[in-house]
């Protein structure tokens, strides 16, 4: 099993830049996929970002050159760097770590706002 735990949402003006948290409560390097997903409100759950344990990287078009994904294999831990925010990145974003079987953190507010 794998738990997850996300830090690091809020509220932030638009053009600002906020940076997501996601530990792991096992090995980075045990656990095969690590992503973001977000689901706004009335909206379908989405891919944001997604690294493999080998350290393939994608992101969704609306994101790329302004988000980037990252790993900190000491701590168990995956980021989400988000710059250059706007109002249509506001949503709940989720950590998911495929480990055999699918895991889901309990998701963070992100709120895109002036």
């Known amino acids: 099993q794998v738990q997850l735990v996300e830090s690091g949402g809020g509220l932030v003006q638009p053009g600002g830049s906020l940076r997501l948290s996601c530990a792991a409560s096992?090995?980075?390097?045990?656990?095969?996929?690590m992503a973001w997903y977000r689901q706004a409100p009335g909206k379908q759950l989405d891919l944001v970002a997604r690294?493999?344990?080998?350290?393939?990287?994608i992101y969704t078009n609306s994101v790329k050159g302004r988000f980037t994904i990252s790993r900190d294999n000491a701590k168990n831990t995956v980021y989400l760097q988000m710059n250059s925010l706007k109002p249509e990145d506001t949503a709940v974003y989720y950590c998911y770590a495929l480990y055999y079987s699918d895991y889901w953190g309990q998701g963070t507010q992100v709120t895109v706002s002036s």
């Open positions: 690294i493999t344990s080998g350290g393939s990287i």
């Open positions: 096992r090995s980075l390097f045990d656990i095969h996929v």
